[in-house]
């Protein structure tokens, strides 16, 4: 029964294969059919698996980015091995390279062509992705396995308009709380400003990124405002639906101000000194326990009360997703369906979870009793009936809405509260009256010249793609980068989208950055003479 059920699918995908020629001269047009060969999954028997004769048998040369954290690619090496021994006659030689999710895809969008093959990402890249032509969707079949194997949130999140983009990875992308159960109850861990008494008393810091328009929009979606923005076909932010600007901006502004303004209050949520609070998420999960120990708490944000109205702080809820590049070849575009399907079923997702503490969007994993017993990850399932998917957001809107937590720590009246909100909407209006040269314009922004990642420096053009800076006085260990159009969405550092340049010694320097006008880059400091 084995060998005929093996034949009868080998001659499905024989045909499957055949309808998809029209589309091999196309490197922009996702393959007909990439993702409907049923995958090997990990905890099914071995009717699934292929054939050896089948038409995917062959070697395929394939590209990856993956997390660059500590021993991902490995794991990733392990498990590709594994789809190997499972899918007999398939060969897969991996070049594996660690890109962190947030920068991928930046990346791939700047130059589709030389994309890798399979790439991981953040869920709110996944629209200029689309709007790239940078993805192959997956086939119905596949489609079909990733809506019932993963939970509805993730898959919305691999989703444009009701149509499947991506392989969802991870459930985990959100914030929730740590608390130190010796001084905060678990009734008085419903309360900011119990919290925050409770920090007082104890000289204990809360640790609270407000000044990361990140967590700073946690105030505002407490209080329902919004920020929902547009992106026409050609990648570009035509609008915004943002009501910050609002009375129920004032009123999270207020909220906000109260922890503000408290002494315990500290910006730094990637330390646990002196903490007896921390917001932050999953990738600390290690250092809570070690700071905490048997005390250790985690478990939603908290409510603060305003006008005798209580508001519980909301936030943003995202996912890691792995995407697969359109390709010619179908015969290559099916076995990439197929490696990603694997790559992101239960049983990989569970051994990721196991090494690196991800959560799993799949919703075996998520039922496995490893799983529920993490009380980081019952934390964050629990403020995510507070959360709010993070979709694509112009890359100014980092700089514009993350001092709204250094205005409400300065103000001294409801009237510097208003000022800071005014402020705020009139830089959302100056995005839309920016020109081209505007958004084509380099600047140097760092923690440099006294100021701390809030202002740009210009570079003037001479000659075609060389840009350089004023002389600036910098200062050994202060970091910048340069950046295009005030926003992040095309930078450089060490690299194309890449960590901070780093000032070796004191001195005034030029900020020179060479550019080919895609993803190579260099940034020499010239000194000044």
Wanted: aromatic residues 10%.
């Amino acid at each position: 029964m084995k060998k005929l059920f093996a034949l009868l699918l080998a001659l499905a995908m024989i045909l499957s294969l055949a309808a998809c020629g029209g589309n091999t001269d196309d490197t922009q047009k996702p393959t007909d059919g990439t993702g409907d060969v049923t995958p090997t999954d990990n905890n099914t028997d071995d009717t699934n698996k292929p054939a050896d004769t089948n038409e995917l048998a062959g070697t395929y040369d394939i590209t990856m980015w993956v997390s660059e954290m500590d021993g991902v690619a490995a794991q990733f090496e392990t498990q590709i091995d594994a789809f190997e021994a499972a899918n007999p006659g398939i060969v897969i030689n991996a070049a594996i390279e660690g890109v962190t999710e947030a920068d991928a895809g930046s990346k791939v969008v700047h130059d589709v062509a030389s994309a890798p093959d399979i790439y991981c990402f953040a869920q709110d890249q996944l629209a200029r992705l689309v709007q790239a032509a940078a993805l192959a969707q997956p086939g119905k079949g596949a489609a079909e396995t990733i809506k019932a194997n993963n939970d509805a949130g993730a898959v919305a999140a691999a989703s444009v308009a009701g149509e499947l983009y991506a392989y969802p990875m991870t459930s985990d992308n959100g914030y929730y709380m740590y608390y130190d159960t010796s001084i905060i109850s678990e009734e008085d861990a419903e309360s900011l400003e119990a919290i925050i008494a409770a920090c007082e008393a104890n000289n204990v810091k809360f640790r609270y990124a407000l000044e990361n328009a990140w967590y700073t929009a946690s105030f505002f979606f407490a209080t329902g405002c919004k920020s929902n923005w547009t992106m026409n076909a050609d990648g570009e932010f035509t609008s915004v639906d943002d009501d910050f600007n609002s009375a129920a901006g004032l009123a999270a502004m207020k909220g906000m101000q109260k922890l503000a303004t408290s002494p315990c209050y500290d910006s730094n949520a990637d330390i646990f000194t002196d903490a007896g609070v921390v917001i932050t998420g999953i990738w600390n999960a290690g250092a809570a326990a070690e700071h905490f120990g048997e005390n250790l708490g985690a478990t939603d944000l908290p409510s603060f009360e305003v006008d005798g109205t209580s508001y519980h702080l909301g936030s943003y809820t995202g996912n890691k997703l792995m995407g697969v590049k359109p390709q010619n070849d179908p015969k290559k575009a099916a076995v990439l369906s197929l490696l990603a399907q694997y790559l992101t079923g239960e049983e990989c997702q569970t051994q990721r979870y196991e090494s690196f503490q991800w959560g799993p969007s799949n919703i075996n994993a998520q039922a496995s009793e490893a799983v529920q017993a993490n009380a980081s990850l019952a934390a964050l399932a629990k403020q995510n009936n507070f959360g709010q998917p993070q979709g694509q957001i112009h890359g100014a809107w980092w700089d514009i809405a993350k001092v709204l937590g250094a205005d409400a720590k300065a103000a001294t009246s409801d009237a510097d509260l208003q000022t800071a909100l005014d402020n705020y909407k009139a830089a959302i209006d100056a995005l839309f009256q920016m020109t081209d040269e505007q958004k084509n314009a380099w600047s140097v922004i760092g923690g440099i010249c006294g100021t701390s990642w809030d202002t740009d420096f210009p570079m003037t053009e001479d000659p075609a793609g060389t840009y350089t800076s004023e002389a600036l006085e910098l200062k050994a260990g202060e970091e910048f980068k340069c950046r295009q159009g005030a926003a992040w969405d095309v930078n450089f550092g060490v690299e194309f989208n890449g960590a901070n340049v780093v000032v070796e010694a004191d001195g005034t320097y030029y900020v020179q950055l060479v550019w080919d006008g895609a993803q190579t880059g260099t940034i020499t400091l010239i000194p000044v003479e």
